[in-house]
Structure formats: structure tokens, C-alpha cells
């Protein structure tokens, strides 16, 4: 099946400082992917819509200026935790669907992001 | 608003016997429906479609099944064994809609 790659696995950052955590589709082009966050034993979260060339579409609540997401290629988007605080510690993973109805997704690995 | 709801937040069964997992949405009538399983740690991994004009959809030791008029999908696991354990989530949705997932489910399998 189709593959997305997500980097770092891990990171541990400084309260104050921004991180940036990249997801790529390796074998297939993705106009849409998403982003969405996960606190332990709790579900998936989708914090927004990143849109190739377009802004990314926010769910209701997360903060557009807190989370920059940039979809500057069909294979790429990256999303920046910006000024980061231990609250926003947790499991970001992304998603990407190579087909034209949405009929299947394609998770990434996941980021487990510590605020100290 | 729609809702997701997964039969429990664990489920705990012997190994060899087949565990049923429950799926119930209200509010929206979804075209078609999905389930992924999740191990601690990684990405959701994408297991089976089904789609509302399917009854059933088997796959190895997986069965789901899909009752628009119940609003509710059912995911089997047959002869199961300890590496099913993992959390399974339910995603009922439209076409072109974005991910929508459930709770999930727990399910350990006790040797």
C-alpha cells in the first residue's frame, strides 16, 4: 500500500521554542492531507486540513496562528507547533489518501512531541 | 453533531475465541465505513472497507458488518490471537468527508 513518512518520531523541546514535524507521501501524490493530534488513551483528533498551494482549514478550536501548517508540494506538508508549552505535549500523526474519493487513508508514524 | 461510539473503551478475551467489537454512529447516514487498528505508539493501519449497499465484507479472520437501518457496524475477530491486541477505531463517513474517528477499543487478547 501507499506510504507516508513522518519525521521526527520523537522530539523534545524547551517550553517557549516551535517544532516542526514534516510528513511526506512517498509513492503518491496528495493534494489533501490532514493533521491530527492524540492524547493518551483518547482518539484521533483531527486538528486541520492541509491544502497543496492553499491555507489549511482549522478545526474548531485549534489555534491557525499556534500551529502553522504549510503544504508547499503534492508530497509534503509540515506542521510547526509554534511557542510550544507543555500542554500541547502529546501525539501528532498525519494522514494522506492517494485516492480520489477519500477511501482510504494513510497515517504516518506519529510524533511524539514533550514540551519541558 | 455526529457521534461515534465504540461498545467499550476495553475489551478483554481469551485467546482461540472471537472477539466482536461494536461500532454505533447517530446522526448522519454514512456511505461507507472503516476500521483501523492502532498498536501503542504508531500510526492508525487501515484493515477493511465496507460500503452501505454491503452487508458484509470478510477478510482472513476479520468479518465487519454494516446495518444503516441500526446505524451500526460489528468487526470480528475469529481465533484470535494475543497479537490482535491493539485498539481498533471505527470511522463512518461520506465521500470527500474528512476522517471522522471513533473512541476506539482496546482489545486484549490473554493467552
Known amino acids: 500500500g501507499a506510504v507516508v513518512s513522518q519525521h521526527p518520531s520523537r522530539v523534545i523541546c524547551k517550553s517557549g521554542t516551535s517544532v516542526k514535524i514534516e510528513c511526506r507521501s512517498l509513492?503518491?501524490?496528495?493534494?489533501?492531507m490532514f493533521w491530527y493530534r492524540q492524547f493518551p488513551k483518547q482518539s484521533l483528533m483531527l486538528m486541520a486540513t492541509s491544502n497543496e498551494g492553499s491555507k489549511a482549514t482549522y478545526e474548531q478550536g485549534v489555534e491557525k496562528d499556534k500551529f502553522l501548517i504549510n503544504h508547499a508540494s503534492l508530497t509534503l506538508s509540515t506542521l510547526t507547533v509554534t511557542s510550544a508549552h507543555p500542554e500541547d505535549s502529546s501525539f501528532y500523526i498525519c494522514s494522506a489518501s492517494p485516492g480520489f474519493m477519500n477511501t482510504e487513508a494513510f497515517f504516518g508514524q506519529g510524533t511524539r512531541l514533550t514540551v519541558v | 453533531s455526529q457521534k461515534i461510539e465504540q461498545n467499550s473503551e476495553a475489551l478483554n478475551i481469551q485467546e482461540g475465541k472471537t472477539a466482536t467489537l461494536t461500532c454505533n454512529y447517530t446522526?448522519?447516514?454514512?456511505?461507507?465505513l472503516q476500521w483501523y487498528r492502532q498498536d501503542p505508539g504508531r500510526g492508525p493501519v487501515f484493515l477493511l472497507l465496507i460500503r452501505e449497499n454491503e452487508k458484509e465484507k470478510r477478510k482472513e479472520r476479520l468479518k465487519v458488518t454494516f446495518d444503516t437501518t441500526l446505524k451500526q457496524s460489528l468487526f470480528h475477530i475469529t481465533a484470535s490471537q494475543p497479537a490482535d491486541s491493539a485498539t481498533y477505531l471505527c470511522?463512518?463517513?461520506?465521500?470527500?468527508?474528512?476522517?471522522?474517528f471513533g473512541p476506539g477499543t482496546r482489545l486484549s487478547v490473554l493467552p
Open positions: 446522526n448522519y447516514s454514512p456511505a461507507y
Open positions: 509513492d503518491f501524490q496528495a493534494t489533501t
Open positions: 470511522a463512518p463517513l461520506n465521500y470527500g468527508q474528512n476522517f471522522v
